[in-house]
């Protein structure tokens, strides 16, 4: 994941460093030359990548910026990569005119439940979000949306948040669940870490309300340990964001990957794999069978760690409901492999 202009967003959300509003030391740069990201990608892929994604700090992409951001798609298409952007806001015309360009997946979180929403953002609304949402799905791009834990919020705005995701018109393709990263000079700085259990948790019941999608573990993986990061795969994390930074923030280095997933007997989607089937294009897990084929010898106790959605979140059920009942599709869904 690639910032091709970074800082300066008018937004308060306070969690985000690149706000204006807010003094984190970030350093300020405006859209990148369209070779410069080129060349991130063709690094990317030789990598072992197969999805590039490029985010711009916007509460909204001005026209002739998106006419260069759309040149961007172009040349990471024609790497044979496929492409994601988050680039704030979209209108339904900005919308198509990306699909057109050949964007793939357009990304755009929630962050939190609809309740808890206003206490981390006052600059959009949550139906703007889901506005830009459906202009997404509209346009025919695939929806990679999801959220960040830990902002302070209750175990019932997780599952309000799940629910609100695994109730839109389709599942995202992608679901990116994010632990917040404090930074210093933000709101969230100081807020209470979140206790490791309720991530893998968090991650549990998002792979069981929506099967098919991709649940990436996203944003806040350099402070985890390899053993978290392994529960996570185990609870049906089945993705990654690969490279030594989201955005503005850190992650584990490439070779640091690549060495837990040999440890672990996982083995990333082909990019051959992932062009004949764009939704399973992400550097992905294939699955807990395959990735651990001795898990219930070595974990024997890991349904009483993760036991159900019902067990992990009381309220789920009342909540949500039978998965067959409330989200028809899902019970004929398989976990990408």
Do not use: W
Request: aromatic share 6%; net charge neutral; proline share 6%.
């Amino acid at each position: 994941m690639l910032s091709i202009k970074t800082g300066a967003c008018p937004e308060d959300c306070a969690y985000c460093p690149q706000s204006v509003r807010f003094d984190t030391g970030l350093e300020v740069s405006e859209l990148m030359e369209i070779d410069a990201v080129a060349a991130r990608a063709r690094a990317a892929k030789d990598s072992g990548a197969t999805r590039f994604c490029m985010g711009a700090a916007y509460r909204s992409p001005k026209q002739k910026d998106l006419r260069k951001v759309i040149a961007m798609i172009s040349e990471v298409k024609a790497l044979g990569l496929e492409t994601c952007a988050t680039l704030g806001m979209i209108t339904c015309d900005q919308a198509s005119e990306l699909k057109a360009a050949g964007l793939d997946f357009y990304n755009h979180n929630l962050d939190t439940s609809s309740q808890y929403y206003g206490k981390i953002i006052s600059t959009r609304t949550y139906q703007d979000r889901l506005d830009t949402l459906q202009a997404v799905r509209d346009a025919g791009m695939k929806v990679c949306c999801g959220g960040i834990v830990g902002m302070g919020e209750e175990a019932q705005d997780r599952v309000a948040l799940l629910h609100t995701l695994a109730t839109l018109p389709e599942h995202p393709q992608s679901v990116p669940i994010n632990q917040l990263v404090r930074v210093a000079g933000t709101p969230l700085a100081d807020c209470a870490p979140l206790d490791p259990f309720d991530f893998v948790r968090t991650i549990a019941v998002a792979r069981t309300l929506m099967p098919a999608s991709h649940v990436r573990l996203s944003a806040g993986r350099a402070a985890m340990s390899d053993e978290l990061q392994a529960l996570c795969f185990m609870a049906g994390a089945n993705s990654i964001f690969y490279g030594d930074k989201l955005l503005t923030t850190g992650n584990p280095d490439t070779d640091h990957d690549q060495r837990l997933f040999r440890r672990l007997k996982i083995v990333a989607e082909s990019p051959r794999h992932a062009t004949e089937s764009p939704v399973r294009a992400a550097t992905s897990i294939p699955s807990a069978a395959a990735s651990f084929p001795s898990a219930a010898a070595s974990f024997p106790s890991a349904a009483a760690l993760i036991p159900s959605a019902a067990t992990s979140f009381p309220k789920a059920v009342e909540s949500i409901g039978p998965a067959p009942q409330s989200f028809p599709h899902a019970a004929g869904a398989t976990v990408a492999s």
